[in-house]
């Protein structure tokens, strides 16, 4: 099927849990495996061509073309970016908001759309799909990042909560620094390489590299819009939910 969108593996972004969590089911772990060796759990990209990924897929066209009238229809600009992505027709996506920097920012070109899922059981739909992700830049080579980035999370899945964990009653806390953006709460971390923004239910990440330092970073999520909604640049973005900035939210 044409518009089909497809899960992969890939060798991308590395990031130590030191710097930025996934969620809390797996800090835990992270920090088990930091206190038994000096080495820090990392994560890349999660997501295998499994039989777990193929059903995730089938769910997602599904859930794509039964709830279209759920949410307002984005700007389909993206439909006209010529890439030959593996997330085929992002804006035609209902089942969270979507927000990107379409088809160019600043000379760097939207090179890939794609969704990550969790290949671990339940197969579910509702509980594999973890983010989607809009890459911009030059491709990179073999294990290297993308200049800018562009995730979408379920605020059930990611959320500000993450930043701190508890283990056998010792509190972690990641560093980070509160911050506002566009009207609604946010946090820098990895040395102001990452940033989060909290809105309605979705957690937006936009990580940069040398080619997009934090003040780039920051007018790059001052122009987001939605890839599946009515946002525009600038526009002051819809507040959290309640409970989603306090990862309260049941997915």
Not at 57 to 75: F, K, Y
Not at 158 to 165: E, N, P, V, W
Request: proline share 7%; net charge positive.
């Amino acid at each position: 099927m044409a518009n089909e969108p497809v899960a992969r593996s890939t060798n991308s972004r590395v990031k130590s849990v030191c710097d930025v969590r996934i969620f809390r089911s797996t800090v835990k772990t992270c920090l088990v495996a930091t206190l038994r060796s000096s080495a820090c759990w990392s994560r890349s990209r999660i997501g295998s061509v499994t039989a777990a990924a193929a059903l995730a897929a089938v769910a997602l066209v599904w859930a794509t073309a039964s709830l279209g009238s759920t949410m307002p229809r984005g700007d389909p600009s993206l439909a006209r970016c010529g890439g030959s992505w593996d997330f085929q027709h992002p804006e035609r996506f209902r089942v969270f908001n979507l927000y990107a920097l379409g088809c160019s920012w600043r000379g760097l070109d939207l090179g890939d759309v794609y969704y990550d899922v969790k290949p671990q059981p339940p197969l579910t739909h509702k509980g594999q799909l973890l983010y989607v992700t809009f890459e911009y830049g030059p491709t990179p080579a073999a294990g290297s990042a993308w200049p800018l980035e562009v995730q979408i999370w379920r605020a059930c899945q990611r959320s500000h909560a993450d930043f701190t964990s508890y283990f056998e009653g010792h509190k972690s806390v990641v560093p980070h620094q509160d911050t506002r953006v566009r009207g609604v709460p946010g946090a820098w971390f990895m040395g102001r390489l990452g940033l989060e923004l909290y809105t309605g239910r979705v957690t937006v990440v936009l990580f940069g590299s040398s080619t997009v330092p934090p003040a780039a970073l920051r007018q790059a999520a001052e122009a987001l819009s939605g890839v599946n909604n009515a946002a525009r640049p600038g526009d002051v973005l819809p507040k959290p939910v309640p409970g989603a900035y306090q990862g309260k939210l049941k997915c």
